[in-house]
């Protein structure tokens, strides 16, 4: 099915600890963005990116570092976890003036 | 910066209930306004949309107008059933393809 994926689903890490969660989409979708999911404060922006090669941060970016050499994927890495990274992650993608599309998320627990 | 209001959940209704969801934004230019669900356990899906004042989005029986002179993009469905147990978010975007979210509405349906 086309549209947004997202791996791992669930992920526990170590405070300090580095890792990479993926995010892929097969619909030729020109901006491509991440965000995280808190409790009581609705979804957040990370990181964004408006095409190949162009990445720009958002609301919340510090601890995080991404990257798009591809129109397909858009990685999300975080350098060294800490707890107050325990969250839910989303990748989502679009056009302009389209509606976005968004993975099934990625829940990652840092201890 | 731009900004999107909720009313605070969550909200529980019986089968067959009239449903309204408060939305206000605050943004400088013309967004587009958008309703995303989610269901349990899944990311968020695009439920309707309008992008300027006086449109009306609807989609599975669910409607919101995008009110200009009140900020408003209230949602709502005539009768709601257990299946539309979900969270809801209001949202705006513009310019740069930013999505802004409201903090989410659960909604628990009783048969």
């Known amino acids: 099915n086309a549209g947004v994926t997202q791996t791992p689903k669930f992920q526990v890490l170590k405070t300090g600890q580095s890792m990479t969660l993926q995010c892929a989409q097969d619909?030729?979708?020109?901006?491509m963005s991440w965000y995280r999911q808190d409790p009581g404060m609705g979804l957040r922006l990370i990181h964004y990116?408006?095409?190949?090669?162009?990445?720009d941060q958002g609301e919340v970016p510090n601890g995080y570092n991404v990257s798009r050499s591809t129109t397909e994927d858009f990685p999300l890495r975080l350098l060294s976890a800490a707890p107050s990274q325990t969250s839910v992650y989303f990748c989502a993608s679009n056009n302009r003036g389209g509606g976005y599309t968004f993975g099934s998320g990625t829940r990652l627990t840092v201890v | 910066g731009d900004s999107v209001t909720q009313m605070e959940g969550p909200v529980t209704l019986s089968e067959e209930a009239f449903l309204t969801i408060n939305c206000t934004y605050t943004?400088?230019?013309?967004?587009?306004l958008f309703w995303y669900v989610q269901y349990p356990g899944e990311g968020l899906q695009l439920l309707l949309k309008?992008?300027?004042?006086?449109d009306k989005g609807s989609n599975k029986g669910f409607e919101a107008t995008y009110r200009k002179e009140t900020t408003s993009f209230h949602l709502e469905k005539g009768s709601v059933q257990v299946s539309d147990s979900a969270v809801y978010f209001c949202a705006l975007v513009q310019g740069a393809q930013k999505l802004v979210f409201g903090q989410g509405t659960r909604l628990t349906i009783n048969p």
């Open positions: 619909m030729n979708h020109e901006y």
């Open positions: 309008a992008t300027k004042a006086d």
């Open positions: 990116s408006v095409g190949a090669g162009i990445t």
């Open positions: 943004a400088t230019g013309y967004p587009s």
